[in-house]
Structure formats: structure tokens, C-alpha cells
């Protein structure tokens, strides 16, 4: 049985996977990720810092052992929004070359929306029918319609988290004022999505990312202890940790912009690193 392992160098953590095909489907042996935020500084200066380089290199040597432990036949490293922006991206491969061994592949945000529809669509069985497809990376966001598993229209945004909580969030907790001209900005960017996406009726919305998974858990952690909205519905309580509704999330985003970072590092799901 062939062994491939995945790394992926992202604009906010770098992850890596090993997996078997075993009658052709995936069995994990392994995976590992890092929060390193790799694009804080590109989305500040347009160049990645030495200690961000650092930080992904010791990660990236970490993943290496666990790679030749379990004797991979192939490796695919690819990076993402903050290697596709920074002026140092071809010294930062190097250096990953020098210390790994790997070639890294800085792939484009179609080429990346690709492989999300992969994966979810081999995995998901929710995801054969209509449905979106949402991927909140730090430094980009992918938007997918998907139909029967195949593509319809896809949408690379620069709406990532670590990329705009850099150019619009500076207080803590964050102000109002900015606040606001930062859902101007995803509003703007969003209607320019949607002249190539349309207004798509879908009966499922699929969140993907590390992002996504703190939100859903959050969101169970924190309503629960507050009462029941109106604007709730009635047995929020025993959603399942990865499934939450819009209605939950809403208020948990207001919620959530009111905080100071110590408050949201306190909540389950969330947590200092992604605070």
C-alpha cells in the first residue's frame, strides 16, 4: 500500500498528514499542525519575518521525522496566501529546501479552492448534492458552489484572518469604528464574489478550517451558558460539535468582537493561539 504525506504551509498554522490507500480510500496514520502565522508579517510588510521563518522551519523538521518514520513513498509540500505575497518567498523556500530536503510548491487560490473540493467531496457524503463550500484560511478564502461533486464556480477572496485582523483590528478589545470598516471590507469583497457566484440556493454550507472548527465549538461552549434568544433555536444545546447554525453564530460573532484577546483565549475551542 503506497504512503503519501501532505504538508501544507499555511498563512496561520502548517499541517502535515500521512495516509495509506487502503481499497481505495485514505487510512491516517499521522497528522500534526502548528500555529506559527506565518503571514502576520507579510500581511504587515511584505515580507515574511525571520522568526516567523524560524518557528515554520522547526515545525517543518518536526513533520519531517514523523514523514520518514512512516517511510512515505511521496511528498507534496504546498504553501498558500502568505508565500504567494511575500517579496522573501524564494529565500524562505530555500531555506526549507536546505533544511528538509522538500521543494515547496506556492500554489494559486483557484488551485487551492481545487483541492479543498477534493477533499470534502471524497470524505463528506453530505457534500454529492448542491452546497457551498467555504475555506477561512489566515490569509485567503476560498468560496466553492459544488454540485453533484463537481465545481460549478469558485471565488479566491483576500479574507483571511490573519490578514485582516492585521490591517483592521488594533485595540483589544478591537473599536467599534473598526470594527465596522472591517465588515465594510468583507461586504464589498463579498458582493464581488457574488457577480461571479450569483445568489446560490443551498440547503448546506460547508466551513472548513482550523478557524471553522473553533468557531462551531465556541459556539456550543458559549451559548450554552447564556439563556435562549429568540433569535435561538430551541435545543441549540445538543447541536453536534461540528455542525452550528447561523443563528448561533451571529450573536457569537458580536459577542466575540467585544472581548478583549485575554476573554476569547478563555473560550473553549478558540484558545491563545487562535485568540
Known amino acids: 500500500m503506497?504512503?503519501?504525506?501532505?504538508?501544507?504551509?499555511?498563512?496561520?498554522?502548517?499541517?502535515?498528514?500521512?495516509?495509506?490507500?487502503?481499497?481505495?480510500?485514505?487510512?491516517?496514520?499521522?497528522e500534526d499542525r502548528e500555529v506559527v502565522r506565518l503571514g502576520e508579517s507579510v500581511f504587515q510588510t511584505g515580507v515574511i519575518s525571520?522568526?516567523?521563518?524560524?518557528?515554520?522551519?522547526?515545525?517543518?523538521?518536526?513533520?519531517?521525522?514523523?514523514?520518514?518514520?512512516?517511510?512515505?513513498?511521496?511528498?507534496?509540500?504546498?504553501?498558500?496566501?502568505?508565500?504567494?505575497?511575500?517579496?522573501?518567498?524564494?529565500?524562505?523556500?530555500?531555506?526549507?529546501?536546505?533544511?528538509?530536503?522538500?521543494?515547496?510548491?506556492?500554489?494559486s487560490g483557484l488551485e487551492e479552492g481545487r483541492l479543498i473540493h477534493l477533499g470534502i467531496v471524497t470524505h463528506e457524503p453530505g457534500a454529492k448534492g448542491r452546497c457551498l463550500m467555504i475555506d477561512l484560511g489566515g490569509g485567503s478564502c476560498e468560496v466553492i458552489l459544488?454540485?453533484?461533486?463537481?465545481?460549478?464556480?469558485?471565488?479566491?477572496?483576500?479574507?483571511?484572518?490573519?490578514?485582516?485582523?492585521?490591517?483592521?483590528?488594533?485595540?483589544?478589545?478591537?473599536?467599534?469604528?473598526?470594527?465596522?470598516?472591517?465588515?465594510?471590507?468583507?461586504?464589498?469583497?463579498?458582493?464581488?464574489?457574488?457577480?461571479?457566484?450569483?445568489?446560490?440556493?443551498?440547503?448546506?454550507?460547508i466551513a472548513t478550517s482550523g478557524t471553522a472548527a473553533a468557531l462551531a465549538e465556541a459556539s456550543l461552549a458559549i451559548m450554552t451558558k447564556v439563556p435562549v434568544r429568540k433569535t435561538m433555536p430551541k435545543g441549540f444545546v445538543r447541536l453536534k460539535p461540528n455542525i452550528a447554525r447561523t443563528e448561533i453564530l451571529r450573536p457569537l460573532a458580536d459577542r466575540l468582537a467585544k472581548m478583549s484577546n485575554v476573554q476569547r483565549a478563555s473560550i473553549p475551542g478558540i484558545g491563545p493561539k487562535r485568540s
Open 146 to 205: 459544488s454540485d453533484r461533486g463537481r465545481i460549478k464556480e469558485m471565488v479566491s477572496l483576500p479574507l483571511g484572518a490573519v490578514r485582516l485582523q492585521q490591517e483592521f483590528l488594533h485595540g483589544d478589545p478591537p473599536a467599534k469604528q473598526d470594527v465596522a470598516r472591517l465588515k465594510q471590507f468583507i461586504d464589498r469583497e463579498l458582493h464581488r464574489a457574488e457577480r461571479k457566484l450569483g445568489t446560490p440556493r443551498v440547503a448546506l454550507v
Open 2 to 30: 503506497p504512503t503519501f504525506a501532505a504538508i501544507d504551509i499555511g498563512s496561520n498554522s502548517v499541517r502535515v498528514k500521512i495516509a495509506t490507500v487502503h481499497q481505495h480510500r485514505l487510512k491516517t496514520l499521522h
Open 50 to 107: 525571520p522568526e516567523a521563518m524560524a518557528n515554520t522551519i522547526k515545525a517543518l523538521k518536526r513533520f519531517q521525522k514523523a514523514v520518514q518514520l512512516h517511510v512515505a513513498d511521496k511528498v507534496r509540500v504546498v504553501a498558500t496566501s502568505a508565500m504567494r505575497d511575500a517579496r522573501n518567498a524564494a529565500a524562505f523556500n530555500a531555506w526549507v529546501k536546505s533544511a528538509t530536503g522538500w521543494d515547496v510548491e506556492v500554489i
